[in-house]
């Protein structure tokens, strides 16, 4: 892993020790698709970094799986929409002449469907140009510090930021 990728493992780490008191690795188990888990099963998780941010969903096993995505705000990607979002999606994005809120619009989508595909637990296992957006998913989001966040569940998520600085994680 390069430097970025280990400290965002070293974030979301700590992350899952402060709000979960998962010290052991053997308190994770991983779905069919990669998706993490806690091993007792006592709630239901999903884990994402982008850019400066890793972030970590927690939900009662009574609300059901939930998926989380957060990405930084920085630019179209088309090549990268093309490989995931419907053409409908992607004539929206190209047809908005502001590149800010097309980079908005942008991350909105993704995060929105990577959302979704992390709460199914298949992730892109799945070709969503194909076979579409599941539904029966609710999403929400907040867009924060030049980042997008996006939370998936089957009821309408509520969320609740707790902002953690890295000086926090560390004591």
């Not at 007792?40 to 890793?54: C, E, F, P, R």
């Not at 939930?66 to 630019?75: C, F, P, T």
């Not at 090549?79 to 619009?105: C, G, K, M, N």
């Not at 579409?132 to 569940?153: Q, Y």
Request: proline content about 5%; aromatic content about 4%.
């Amino acid at each position: 892993m390069n430097l970025n990728e280990r400290l965002e493992a070293l974030a979301t780490g700590l992350l899952l020790q402060q709000i979960l008191g998962v010290e052991r690795d053997d308190q994770l188990t991983f779905g069919e698709f990669g998706k993490p888990e806690l091993t007792d099963g006592s709630a239901y998780i999903s884990i994402s970094h982008g850019g400066d941010v890793a972030a970590v969903a927690v939900a009662p096993i009574a609300c059901g799986p939930i998926g989380l995505d957060v990405e930084r705000v920085e630019s179209y990607n088309r090549p990268a929409a093309q490989r995931v979002l419907a053409p409908s999606e992607l004539s929206h994005l190209d047809h908005i002449e502001d590149r800010a809120e097309q980079t908005r619009a942008f991350c909105l989508a993704w995060t929105h469907l990577e959302a979704v595909l992390k709460a199914t637990g298949t992730g892109f296992s799945r070709d969503p140009r194909v076979e579409g957006i599941p539904s029966g998913w609710r999403v929400a989001h907040i867009e924060d510090n030049h980042h997008v966040l996006a939370l998936a569940a089957a009821d309408m998520p509520t969320i609740e930021m707790i902002n953690v600085t890295a000086d926090t994680l560390l004591d």
